[in-house]
Every structure is written in C-alpha cells, then in structure tokens.
C-alpha cells in the first residue's frame, strides 16, 4: 500500500488546521513526503509547517484512515538562567531533570505500537525496544495521547550514555501530549499518570520561581559534577519550557565531537563555547577559579582532536562503536541497513548471544574526518 499524500491533503487541512495550499507547496519541494519503513505507511514533515512542527507524522492506517503524531516542539535555551526566568517566567514552574538521550514519541496507532524519533521517523529498534511501555495499558486508557521521553543509555544507535537508573536502554518520560493538538497535560497530571502506570519518569525536582534562580544555578552545577545534563523549566500548564545545562556536560560534548571534528557544523562548537562563557560569567567565576573553568574546556577541545590526529597518523580509522540490544541477528543486520537509509555510514562489528537476546556491535563511520585529518598530515594545504 503506498500512500497517496494528494488525497490526504483536506484531511491534514483540517485536522491540523493549516492551508491546504501550504501543505502542498511542501508537498512539492519535498519537505512533506510519504515514507514507507518498519511496516508503517506515513507522511513526514522534515520541516515546521505552518504551526505545525518539524517531525510531525501522519500515518496511513490499514483501513484507510489517518492519525497523527505532532513534533515535539523546540525546547528555547536560556543562556543567562536569572535573567531568562525572570523575563519568560513570571509565575512559579516545575523544575526536571534534563536527560541526554534521543526524543521519542510513542502512541499506538490504528491498533499498532510505533516509536518515532525526533525527525519524524519510525524507529524499528526503539519500537522494539519499548513493547513494555504498552504493557502498561496507558494507551489503551488514553488512546489520544502520545508518551514522549528520553531513551537513555548504552545500548542504542543515536546517543549513548550511561545513566545509574538505566545502563543500558531506558525510557524516562517527560512529556504526554495530545497526538493531534500537540497539546502537553501539565506537568503534575503527568507526574501522576506516570506513577500510576508503572512508567518511569524524568526526575522532578520541584517546583520554584523565577528569584530561586541563584539556587537553580548551583544546583546545576551540582547535576553537572554528576555528569548529569541540566534542567527543563515548565511552566504549570506545560505549555511554556526552556532549558539550561551546565558546562561540565557541555565539556562532555564538545570532547565527544571533537574526535569527529570534520564531521560536525563549525557552528555546533561555537554555540556551546558560548554557553559556558554565559555560565562562567553569570557564576562569577574570576582568578583561579576561571582558570580551572578554561583549563577543562581547553582539555576537551584540544584531548580528543590530539588523539583523533595520532590515530590516523598511526594507521587507524577514528570510528564510533556502539552497542544495540536485539531479537536476533536479523534484526541487527535489518537495523544497520535501515541506519545506512538514513545516510549513517555503519557497520557490523560482532554479533553475541546474550541471554535471550542479542549484542551487537555496530561502528559508525566519520569520512569527512578521516579524510580530512589524513590529508593534512600528508601535508596538503588547508583553507586559509
Ligand atoms: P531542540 O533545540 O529542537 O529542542 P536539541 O536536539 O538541540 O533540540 P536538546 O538540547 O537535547 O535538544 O534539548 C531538548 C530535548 O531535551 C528534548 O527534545 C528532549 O528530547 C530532551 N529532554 C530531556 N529531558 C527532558 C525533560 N525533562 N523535559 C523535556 N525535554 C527533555
Ligand atoms: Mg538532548
């Protein structure tokens, strides 16, 4: 069954309340196409539409009928946390952990279970992966909403990181919204629901207001010195959010991209540069103290490129292992297929029985990289 997505179009109209002529201009330069992947039929929005978010999915059901999955909407960053709670906070908020993992939203829809990614894609692997998550029953009593969360941990293609509560995949939810709207419940439904249902939610660590910001400032440094993230800002209603982070996890960041150095967005360092100067400045931190702040971001700059440049000096591929948690072989070898769709040079390392399951490693492949790097020490010239 491949979708039509022109005769989907009054539908989309109506339900998400947009033109039916923008629509089709996104249909036209392709911003808006259907998708067909992990047995699903659905349109994707790879960009904001309107009021409608990037990722965004509409799904074909087997009966012919359509449902969606809104985008997860940005979540605005703030850079100095006083003066950003005072100007967009002015009455109290819910203060959360902020994870580090990958966005997935899940619901069933037309009966069946899917989790997508941020982008907007189905993800076989997470799908899998989060079967528990409707053990629950939570869709079965509210089939409008969709569980949005963070999948955390070793064991998984996108972000990889470790957390005490979750080694190696787990799924920590921090939002439910309505499929269709968009919608979030507030926080404190949420909180409820989650419990109620045996799910696990992010941390919550309660509730404040915008003149707490000096106690939200250190307390992020305290996350930060955990090798925690930071933390999402929720107003009552859920509606208003903003984030913030802290320059240890910033540090963690920028020493993992800097192995890859060519393949990321000059702007992807610059940004975080600038986070951790707001940072520094809004702690007050001078002398001996800023010294040390600059001496930890100059050693995760400088460290990982050193190494990246010694090792394809010495020979060796800079390449990224990771680990997935499967079924089956099949279903590794089926996954690193499904990633190379999706432009990720991967690979298979070794596949491993473990229990009733399997490990697979799998390497991610970095040219620009790699390239780049042997290029130079063969001593071509570089830009500028
Ligand atoms: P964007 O700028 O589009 O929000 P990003 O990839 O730059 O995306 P992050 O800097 O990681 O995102 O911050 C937003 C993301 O943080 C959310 O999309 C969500 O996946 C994640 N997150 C982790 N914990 C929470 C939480 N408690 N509440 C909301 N989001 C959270
Ligand atoms: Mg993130």
Redesign the pocket.
């Known amino acids: 069954m491949t979708i039509q997505p022109e005769s989907l179009v009054p539908d989309i109209a109506r339900d998400l309340d947009v033109s039916a002529a923008l629509l089709r201009m996104h249909l036209l330069s392709k911003s808006l196409y259907a998708v067909e992947s992990s047995g699903f039929s659905f349109l994707r929005f790879r960009q904001p539409c309107g009021k409608v978010e990037e990722g965004t999915v509409v799904f074909e059901t087997p009966t012919g009928g359509v449902e969606y999955m809104r985008g997860?909407?940005?979540?605005r960053?703030v850079y100095d946390i006083g003066a950003g709670l005072r100007k967009h906070f002015p009455t109290p908020f819910y203060v959360?952990?902020?994870?580090?993992?990958?966005?997935v939203r899940c619901a069933l829809v037309g009966g069946r279970f899917a989790a997508v990614t941020?982008g907007g894609l189905v993800c076989p692997y997470t799908t899998e992966n989060l079967r528990h998550v409707v053990e629950s029953g939570f869709f079965h009593d509210h089939p409008s909403l969709m569980l949005?969360g963070?999948v955390v941990g070793l064991a998984n293609p996108y972000q990889t990181k470790s957390y005490p509560r979750a080694r190696d995949f787990g799924f920590?939810v921090?939002?439910a919204r309505d499929r269709v709207s968009g919608k979030p419940l507030p926080p404190e439904k949420r909180y409820r629901i989650v419990k109620e249902y045996g799910l696990k939610g992010?941390r919550v660590l309660g509730k404040s207001k915008s003149s707490d910001s000096r106690k939200l400032l250190s307390l992020v440094r305290k996350i930060g010195e955990d090798e925690r993230?930071g933390?999402?800002i929720?107003s009552l209603d859920g509606c208003m959010?903003a984030?913030y982070?802290s320059n240890q996890s910033t540090n963690s960041d920028l020493r993992y991209a800097f192995r890859f150095p060519f393949d990321y967005a000059q702007a992807f360092f610059f940004r975080r540069l600038v986070r951790e100067a707001f940072q520094a400045h809004e702690l007050g931190l001078k002398g001996a103290a800023l010294k040390r702040e600059a001496a930890r971001l100059g050693e995760s700059l400088l460290i990982p490129l050193v190494q990246t440049i010694r090792d394809v000096s010495e020979g060796r591929e800079v390449v990224e292992e990771f680990e997935l948690l499967v079924p089956s072989r099949e279903f590794a070898a089926n996954f690193v297929e499904h990633l190379r769709h999706l432009g990720v040079k991967a690979s298979m390392r070794s596949v491993k029985r473990e229990g009733r399951r399997f490990r697979a490693k799998v390497a991610r492949h970095y040219q620009s990289t790699n390239d780049k790097t042997r290029s130079y020490l063969e001593g071509e010239f570089g830009g500028e």
Not at 72 to 75: A, T, V
Not at 96 to 103: A, H, Q, T
């Open positions: 997860f909407p940005k979540i960053r959360e952990e902020k994870m580090d993992g990958y966005n941020k949005c963070e920590f921090f939002d992010v993230e933390i999402v929720k959010q984030k982070t």
